[in-house]
């Protein structure tokens, strides 16, 4: 069963026809009773009054002498009286004030005497120290507003009031059914061709942080009859439901007709992406929201369709969305046809705050998790150019932001390791590092993006890293080179190295599919040189083209088959188990604009350096060598 599209309708249209049809078929919260004690974070769903005073007796608010404050009349410092035993109570705090008393002297202001009475040196008045009858709560008082929310002190406030029980908003069980022939549990070893079913993990978190029940079902082929009758038990069982995967118009796509099976269906297809190819059904009152299987699909989609839809029942106001403005470090070109949602990674350098787009792919959840806010590209907005301000919406919080390292450049693991041991000593500081290459770190230093950037460099030429560039680059000076590593890089090969390849020359032989890294790389420049003295033309090489951001990405397109060789560091190769064939050990060294040096955050990056927590996990990392890392390189 195929089909296409039927709709592409803009995002807040989709949102206002959607809750229309839903208030129309009778959609809207329900109660239920809870135990005053189990209440924290529920809501009320009408007004709470309180059932008896409180306090409901007289109390002393103090420990000392419950007595008739009249006795206690004409004391003074120069002329004390002195209360006799029958004349006063002993009382501690929250004893009911004895019959015939009406005041109470703390315990402080009395002088003892041998035979039991006591000595005052100030009179009572009356009602001092004594907590009246319904000082706190009166019987009959309203304690909380209906659609209110219940704090600690809430709980506290009713059951002084002797309300033991409560009528509350019932939170929103909302069904989360996977589907999918290839979808398995989560274990760690799936097969070819298997994926892991982890976008009901993440619903179900998400759903727990809005305040809704999740209830995840077993995963259910793509057999239309299964499907079907899950969805209809789902809709029987639960408030909401999310009918995830099998949402586009590919081959065994069934999700559209099931929906319309068991209920109807609004909308196919939003004009957001990624989230396109969302469905909008209901059966009467509950909605059944199709979600796209790619993670980031789905979260977007439930973020903007389903989210609000559980605020409402909740009675909650939609949480305002802090937004800001910053620098984008990268062009973003997105299609006419979409809003589109772009993550970024963020940090303040200076006073600006500078945005680092992440991978864009619907299924690249990682994506979301490093993200520190997203760039909404609206429908018919071809996108934004680097150095462009561009609004953003925060997902952390600005204090954060001032605190984060940002480092864009050269790729290298070692960064991961730098970014764990300055949060793990300072937990205050975080590191936000964009992989776009030595040359890309230049130009972000150059723009004023970043606090560092990771470069390693070949003057061809001389043979000596980074140094001309930085001549060439900021030739009135104003940046720091900074020793980092040395580290060994050479050719990635499959494990046992099947091709039987010898050196670098072999990559241009019949049969051998290399993987390049990016254009403007340092480990790109050091390919097409190593090209050039052997007298090798891209065109001979089968893959040249064939482009990866990272060395891990090259490492893994190695060691599950897709490629044969590729150039990459001996830590990378190390940790993938694949073979290695030393090319030379180069210079990876940090970038810093003088006016960073200073920061805390750059401070802490020098002092991380030198540490011997970083020598540490160099070395246990392998292919590294360290001379003085965190001394200034002397570029004269």
Known sequence: MSFEYLT????????????????????????????????????????????????????????????????????????????????????????????????????????????????????????????QIGEDICAGEMILPGYTEITPAAIGAMIAGGVTELEVIRRPVVAIIPTGDEIIPPCADPKPGEILEFNSSIFSAMLSDWGAVPKTYPIVPDRFDEIRAVLRQAADECDMVILNAGSSAGRDDYSTASIRDVGQVLYHGIAIKPGKPAILGCRGPKPILGVPGYPVSGIIVIEELLRPLIELWLGRESESRSRTRAILTRPVVSGLKYQEYVRVRMGYVGDRLTASPLPRGSGVVSSFMKADGIVEVPQGTEGFQSGEEVRVRLLNAK????????????????????????????????????????????????RGEAHAAGIHLLDTETGIYNRSYIRKYFPHGGVYLVRCVGRQQGLMLQKGNPLGIQGFSDIAREGVRYVNRQKGSGTRILMDYLCGKHGIRPEQIYGYEREEMTHNSVAVQIASGSADAGMGIYSTARLYDLDFIPVCVEEYDLLIPETAWSSPMVRQLIETLKSPAFAARITAMGGYTLDQPGEIIDLV
Request: hydrophobic share 40%.
């Open 8 to 131: 592409n309708i803009p995002l807040e249209q989709a949102k206002k026809d959607y809750l229309a049809l839903l208030r129309e078929n009778g959609f809207g919260p329900q109660t239920e009773t809870v135990a005053v004690q189990h209440a924290y974070g529920r809501v009320t769903s009408r007004a709470v009054y309180a059932n008896i005073n409180a306090p409901h007796y007289a109390a002393s608010a103090m420990d000392g002498i419950a007595l008739h404050a009249r006795d206690s009349f004409g004391a003074t410092e120069t002329t004390p009286v002195t209360l006799r035993e029958d004349q006063y109570v002993v009382v501690d705090t929250g004893d009911p004030v004895p019959e015939g008393c009406d005041a109470v002297i703390m315990v402080e202001e009395l002088v003892k005497n041998d035979d039991g009475s006591v000595t005052i040196h100030a009179a009572a008045a009356p009602w001092q120290h004594i907590r």
């Open 399 to 446: 204090k954060k932001l001032k605190n984060t390292l940002v480092v864009i450049g050269s790729h290298d693991p070692l960064l991961d390791e730098l970014s764990d041991l300055i949060h793990t000593t300072n937990h205050s500081m975080y590191v936000s590092s964009a992989h776009v290459g030595s040359m890309g770190g230049i130009m972000a230093i150059r």
